[in-house]
């Protein structure tokens, strides 16, 4: 049986792979002896009742088949006559099912193949179940790893025990690595099911960040500072917002290092990704001012219902609050969760005048009240006009009678610019330029005779043509 299955001793080849694969002695007698029973039946027939066991003695498969005693034999393949079945079994009786030991190498080169890629298969299907274990509760966790060969796209990493792949999609822009350069990498995912490397790292994920700040900084892996947030854009910017359990420890500069140390490091793993560290701050309004940094913040105002913040800042700091491409303001709408919607002062002020001058066309309102207003979140006559009495009644410094007044002018205004909006869109229809030929095109009416004004222009320039003419003649004359 051996020679049959170019295997040699299956004692020695169990304990190789029981060794070498780490997998244990059972998954692999249990591959062997469905690999053997795959490779019979598929040689004699998968009607025939037939079981494979290792003999530990022997160190080798044994097939046993099964036949059924019967009085007259019909079929010989799965019946036996009760006097063959007494020279195997003394003691055999009709109806018994009685086993007769089959010799492998009746089965030849082609099933000793199958058999071997049977064992193949069911070896591998263990060292992935043996991977899937190991790696499945280490999740999260950062690896080292040698870069082996690239495959669509995707880099084959040898983390030891086995390779992973670190997708596309989960590499960094700027990065590049070749054949044999060292890797550190976050465990992202591990898939059973995967046809390919069941351990999928990540060199994108906001998360790699967190774990290098954690083996930087000792006060991050004690839990005294804490990572609040992160926001990033791999390969450029990003931004943690940190914390501290401790009053008299600054996390900012517990991540900071003496000298910039531990940030200088995860920057070098990073391979020069911009790092921002912030304070984090419960209220929104502080939290926004320091995510922005390095922009200086004049002025916060907090949408609360519409979870946006509108961020003032001197007409100097706008470029460096919006970043290039936009990115300071987009990290740190990230970092907050909040829209934010960035100004400048003068913009700020040309939009507060505009505001404060169609709150003033209401009728019969004062100074006072447009700033009350304003105040109060209104932008136009219109907001004013569609307001209940009560809720401006609820303004300070605004009574009923001045809250009827208020409302009262306020819709007045809205339907004078109603009204006075169709004679305008009329006005406009009345001077469109080719409107009347379009008419006369319409009532099939006769071009007029008198010239057009390009006509007439050209006429006019003839004329004045001619009297220069005739000037110079008379010069000339004289």
Not at 78 to 106: F, R
Request: one cysteine or more.
């Amino acid at each position: 049986m051996s020679d049959a299955l170019g295997l040699g001793n299956l004692g020695r080849v169990i304990d190789s792979v029981v060794k070498d694969k780490g997998i244990k002695r059972e998954i692999v007698v249990s591959a062997l002896e469905q690999a053997i029973l795959a490779a019979a039946k598929k040689r004699l027939g998968t009607y025939r009742e037939i079981e494979a066991q290792f003999n530990e003695d022997l160190g080798e498969v044994e097939l046993f088949e099964f036949r059924t005693v019967v009085e007259d034999v019909e079929d010989d393949e799965i019946e036996i006559s009760l006097d063959d079945a007494h020279v195997l079994d003394p003691d055999a009786q009709m109806g018994d099912e009685v086993g007769m030991k089959l010799e492998l190498t009746d089965f030849g080169r082609i099933a000793a193949q199958t058999a071997k890629q049977v064992i193949i298969q069911k070896i591998r299907d263990a060292e992935r179940d043996i991977i899937y274990e190991e790696y499945k509760d280490r999740v999260g966790e950062l690896v080292h790893g040698i870069v082996r060969r690239f495959e669509r796209g995707d880099i084959i990493v040898d983390i030891g025990r086995t390779e992973s792949a670190l997708p596309r999609k989960e590499q960094v822009p700027r990065e590049s690595y070749r054949p044999g350069d060292r890797v550190r990498a976050y465990i992202l995912d591990v898939n059973r099911a995967a046809k390919g490397p069941q351990v999928i790292l990540s060199r994108a994920t906001p998360h790699l960040v967190e774990r290098l700040f954690e083996v930087e900084v000792p006060e991050i892996a004690e839990g005294v500072v804490q990572i609040v947030q992160i926001a990033r854009e791999p390969g450029a910017r990003t931004k943690i917002a940190v914390s501290s359990k401790d009053s008299s420890v600054d996390p900012v500069g517990a991540c900071v290092g003496m000298k910039g140390s531990r940030v200088q490091a995860v920057v070098q793993e990073l391979r020069g990704e911009k790092i921002d560290i912030v304070v984090y701050d419960p209220e929104i309004g502080r939290f926004a001012v320091n995510a922005l940094a390095p922009a200086e913040v004049l002025k916060v105002f907090v949408d609360q219902e519409e979870n946006t913040l509108q961020i003032l800042v001197g007409d100097d700091q706008l470029s460096l609050a919006i970043g290039r491409r936009g990115q300071n303001v987009r990290l740190a709408s990230q970092l907050t969760g909040w829209k934010i919607d960035m100004k400048s002062e003068s913009e700020f002020a040309e939009e507060q005048n505009r505001a404060k001058e169609n709150l003033a066309a209401i009728e019969g309102i004062s100074p006072v009240a447009v700033e009350l207003l304003y105040l109060e979140g209104f932008r136009s006559a219109q907001e004013v006009a569609e307001m209940p009495a009560e809720e401006l009644e609820a303004i300070d410094g605004i009574d009923a009678d001045m809250a009827a007044r208020i409302l009262n002018g306020a819709r007045k205004h809205v339907e004078a610019s109603l009204e006075a909006a169709p004679q305008q869109a009329k006005k406009e229809i009345e001077v469109e330029p080719g409107e009347e030929d379009m008419v006369h095109e319409n009532m099939d009416t006769e071009p007029s005779d008198e010239p057009t004004p390009e006509e007439s222009a050209e006429a006019g320039e003839e004329a004045d043509a001619a009297a220069a003419e005739s000037d110079e003649a008379e010069k000339a004359e004289a």
